[in-house]
């Protein structure tokens, strides 16, 4: 181990949260580097978190470009309050760690703590929850699917 004054520089631990098992590998690969530099700087980890932020959107088929513009187009999809929130507050907290702003993280471990377990909920919610239930619903017998689908199909037309 190496010290130096009170601090533990090698090797490097981090006391963020770990990363949802269902979180996709490029985006892991920033979610990895914001918690290897969380004890060091969270201020750091804001802005790789808020890119790895942007990098969700784009395995959600988003452009991935203008995250706000992302947060948009997943709330027409439907996307839920509470995750547009997590968004929102990735996305102002971590812009403003790479723009000077009103929100200030610099010294504050528990806000940035907080960004992580915000990334992982956005996995868990758009990613690992969809996933589990497309493949339960996939070992629905052949012919309960084909009822289901014939039921969506006649109440679309009945709404139009």
Known sequence: MLWSEDRLVMPQTSSAPMAHEAMPEGVLTDYEEARGVFNFSPRSSAA??????????????????????????????????????????????????????????????????????????????????PKQVDDLFGKLPESARKAIAERNAKAAAEKN
């Open 48 to 129: 790789l978190l808020r890119l790895a932020t942007q990098k969700l959107c784009i395995e959600l088929r988003l452009p991935g470009k203008n995250l706000n513009d992302d947060i948009t187009e997943l709330v027409k999809r439907g996307l839920p309050v509470r995750v547009q929130r997590a968004l929102d507050v990735l996305r102002v907290v971590g812009n403003n760690q790479v723009h000077p702003g009103v929100l200030d993280v610099r010294d504050d471990l528990d806000v940035a703590t907080a960004l992580f377990d915000l990334v992982n909920l956005i996995v868990e919610v758009l990613i690992a929850q």
